[in-house]
């Protein structure tokens, strides 16, 4: 049985934004040896409010930040009306999973990219399906399955246990077998995680 390697991230999360390049990196180098999965994280999951300019100013500062720390791309841009609550992309992310039959790490990505770098509202229904119908996925099945109860009790899950592993970040990295541990609370560049994923695999020859 492979260790699982498990990203605890959002499509909303700017440091995940941050770490995307470096889950790539991860997965690709550990493909024969890991198991890879998604456990999402929620942001501000309980906020109803588009974007003022206050919450605009703080993650401006916040994206110079991750901007600084990893060099990737924002926009700097946000599109009008947008909640800050990761609620409905994480439900599509999650409904793509059981359509696609895979984590969803390719739609995760595209959602960060469109809202970091396209300035494109991921909080949007329509938007959700449009990103989904990249992936051939057909759109009234993945808002079906975005309603279901299984996949909103499965998300939610995800948020409340997510920060149970000793840290309060996202993103995060666990490891493990039949209980994860974890590895990396908050960004860790793909050099440093790599070597800590190769501790533990060699502790476990």
Not at 19 to 47: P, W, Y
Request: net charge negative; with cysteine; hydrophobic share 40%.
């Amino acid at each position: 049985m492979k260790p699982r390697v498990v990203f605890v991230t959002d499509p909303m999360c700017s440091w995940c934004w941050g770490m995307a390049d470096a889950i790539d990196v991860v997965r690709e180098k550990f493909a024969a040896s890991c198991e890879f999965d998604i456990q999402l994280g929620g942001i501000n999951t309980h906020g109803t409010r588009p974007i003022g300019d206050y919450g605009r100013r703080r993650l401006k500062r916040l994206w110079d930040e991750v901007n600084a720390v990893t060099g990737v791309t924002f926009s700097y841009e946000l599109a009008p009306g947008c909640i800050y609550n990761s609620v409905l992309p994480c439900l599509g992310c999650e409904a793509m999973r059981d359509l696609t039959e895979q984590p969803p790490f390719e739609i995760v990505r595209r959602m960060q990219h469109a809202f970091f770098v396209e300035a494109v509202n991921v909080n949007d229904i329509g938007v959700i399906g449009d990103i989904a119908s990249e992936f051939d996925v057909d759109v009234e099945q993945l808002r079906a399955r975005m309603d279901t109860t299984e996949v909103r009790t499965r998300t939610r899950w995800g948020f409340e246990t997510s920060r149970r592993y000793g840290t309060q970040a996202l993103p995060s990295v666990l490891f493990g077998q039949d209980d994860l541990v974890l590895v990396a609370g908050g960004f860790i560049d793909a050099d440093t995680l790599t070597r800590e994923i190769d501790v533990r695999l060699h502790s476990m020859e």
